[in-house]
């Protein structure tokens, strides 16, 4: 590699030793330098959470290659720590993923990957997050891999508009099988039925977290529906919460 | 009570013995019956996460009240189990906070007190987060009480548009001294130098969060800036990250 190769600061929420990582790695690596910075456990659910009640500790993986780190924080964390003390310049890209199953839609809003991403982009970093359409521990990440080669060559050509970043998902289908990348909108949805209550040997209750995920008739411009259709989703994200459209409506409240 | 008394739901997500929660669960008495369940500990930095990996529990508070109860799970999980397990009806309108501390800007990112109102926005309730502009342990919540009353009222009178949710941020001021209450957009601003390095007993590094917010210049538009001047700011908000104005400006990439 020159001293002018891109660097990229990878990281997710399944943990540093996901295939679905190695698979990121793997190809970025086509791509640049990469800084692996992943959490040491599954962080599925963490959403934009960050560690503020205890210190953090970072440990070497070498048997993973250099320049490869696990945190006990969250997916935000590792972004922090990434960018702050384990790369050697800034990073060109963070990456994230890639995700066992969707963070298409209002998934976005519990994910720890997409936490990451998000976070990358406050700290003024393209990002990255892609995920895959699949929970099974026998998914084929390669499958993925012509749809983020793609995206990453494309990105590191041209960048980003600054303060954008992408959510990509991926269709569970062989490689040969998906039909292209639409650039769509975060579909509505709701998960509902969330929480399953169960009692234990001493008649406690308890609940797990469950439910389904309803998206009907998704909207021709969304992600649910590109995806349902054989696309990849790409999605341009902001950590913009503020419902503009709202900003008038409610000046009926007289507040 | 009539039967016909609104119903509110009410969490927080620095805990349930917080004084910003009592303070909130004593205003919304007034305006009807209310259910609170809320973190068993300081969830602070949560955001939108959710608890998968372990079964929930739920404890009865009565030496706070009737239908005080708290969760082991994260501000998000306690909406969804007052909502689904805990609520005799759906609610009118569900709350959370007071939180110790500015969840204006990006700071909503992180916050758990927030994570709930998204997460009741998404389940299809109106939903309102509120934080003042103090971390002491003194705090005088009384002060932000006409303000929390105020917005309670109006939103009960006239309903917020279906899928928007409100930030509301008080400034740490004395009732009397507050100018008013402003509609906002989110300010930009960033958080630097988030991890600071420590050296422990035996010589191993370990890293605090901590940071600086920086939000130079905000918008006069801006929640950062009706704070700032001394007045509430109230940001209209949805569970949605799409940037609507990126999806034209990618398509250069060529995906």
Known sequence: MTPKSPLILITNDDGYQSRGLEQLVHIAQEFGDTVVMAPDRNSSGLSSSITCTRPLRVRAVPEKGDNYFSCDGTPADCVKMGLEHFCPRPPDLVLSGINYGSNASINILYSGTMGAVLEACLDGFPAIGFSVLSHSPETDFSACAPSVRHIISKTLEQPLPQGTALNVNIPRLPADQIKGIHICHQAHASWVDSLEKRTD???????????????????????????????????????????????????????
């Open 201 to 255: 040997p001493i008649g406690r209750p308890y609940w797990w977290m469950t439910g389904k995920f309803v998206c009907p008739n998704p909207n021709e411009q969304s992600d649910e529906y590109a995806l349902a259709h054989g696309y990849v989703s790409v999605v341009p994200v902001r950590p913009d919460f503020t419902d503009y459209a709202a900003i008038d409506k409610i000046q009926h409240l007289s507040l």
